[in-house]
């Protein structure tokens, strides 16, 4: 049974910073894509960051660039989403995906979605 399970949310206030991981298991993930999400309440899920298998492709929303960084040590299975000055306007609930192939913006691309972390910035 294939799953990502997420960690590494909280609280924190405004400027400080989390470091969320999602490690996954259940079947071989080379090859795979992998992405961030999040959804606020009362908006929808939205793209945040996504990484090629190796790494070398990476992509940002607009509104993370220069303070989110993606990375993965396929060794563990594991991406981790460095998230540095964050902002009230980070809250959300955040998702990591698997996509078998190359990095996307798209959530409907995805194909294995773990259950999410709570993160909350206080202001």
């Known amino acids: 049974q294939v799953q990502l399970v997420e960690s590494g949310g909280g609280l924190v206030q405004a400027g400080g910073s989390l470091r969320l991981s999602c490690a996954a298991s259940?079947?071989?993930?080379?090859?795979?894509?992998m992405g961030w999400f999040r959804q606020a309440p009362g908006k929808e899920r939205e793209f945040v960051a996504a990484s090629s298998w190796s790494g070398g492709t990476t992509y940002y929303t607009d509104s993370v660039k220069g303070r989110f960084t993606i990375s993965r040590d396929n060794a563990k299975n594991t991406v981790y989403l460095q998230m540095n000055s964050l902002k009230p306007e980070d809250t959300a609930v955040y998702y990591c995906a698997a996509h078998p192939g190359s990095p996307t913006t798209r959530a409907e691309m995805y194909r294995y979605w773990g259950q999410g972390t709570q993160v909350t910035v206080s202001s």
């Open positions: 259940g079947r071989t993930f080379s090859g795979y894509a």
